[in-house]
């Protein structure tokens, strides 16, 4: 509710950051959360932040989120339009968030969509960056 109904950022940070907890508390709340449409609202809050803790808050939960969720056949993580905003800033090694990121962006399982969405490159940089 806080992340669809705030413009303030800093109530908007404190929610994806009770979202990513509550998240890594049990898979009854990934389902909750998910079927509330947390990851579409997560990656809208990412999108409208200009602050670093909100983006580090909101790539924390999705990277807890995604690995656990198929919608019509795809991850979550599609489905829900997180996609662009991740493999946009997955290439900023500046970003606090950077891990978190990458960590969502290794449990896509749809091929064609990574392929579409520009995830495979930065798939194949991760890879050889370790």
């Known amino acids: 509710m806080?992340?669809?109904?705030f413009e303030d950022e800093t109530v908007r940070r404190v929610a994806a950051g009770a979202i990513a907890n509550l998240a890594m508390?049990?898979?009854?709340?990934k389902e909750i959360i998910m079927q509330e449409c947390g990851i579409s609202l997560l990656a809208t809050t990412a999108a409208e932040a200009d602050n670093a803790q909100?983006?580090?808050m909101v790539a924390r939960a999705i990277s807890i989120l995604c690995g656990n969720?198929?919608?019509?056949?795809?991850?979550?993580?599609?489905?829900?339009g997180a996609l662009p905003w991740?493999?946009?800033?997955?290439?900023?090694e500046a970003a606090p968030f950077r891990c978190h990121i990458e960590l969502a962006l290794c449990h896509l399982v749809n091929a064609k969509d990574m392929i579409s969405g520009g995830a495979l490159q930065e798939?194949?940089?991760?890879?050889q960056d370790c």
């Open 25 to 29: 508390n049990g898979e009854a709340n």
């Open 86 to 92: 991740i493999v946009q800033n997955a290439n900023d």
């Open 2 to 5: 806080l992340l669809r109904s």
């Open 54 to 56: 909100t983006l580090c």
């Open 123 to 127: 798939l194949v940089r991760i890879s």
């Open 69 to 80: 969720g198929i919608k019509n056949g795809r991850s979550f993580l599609i489905e829900d």
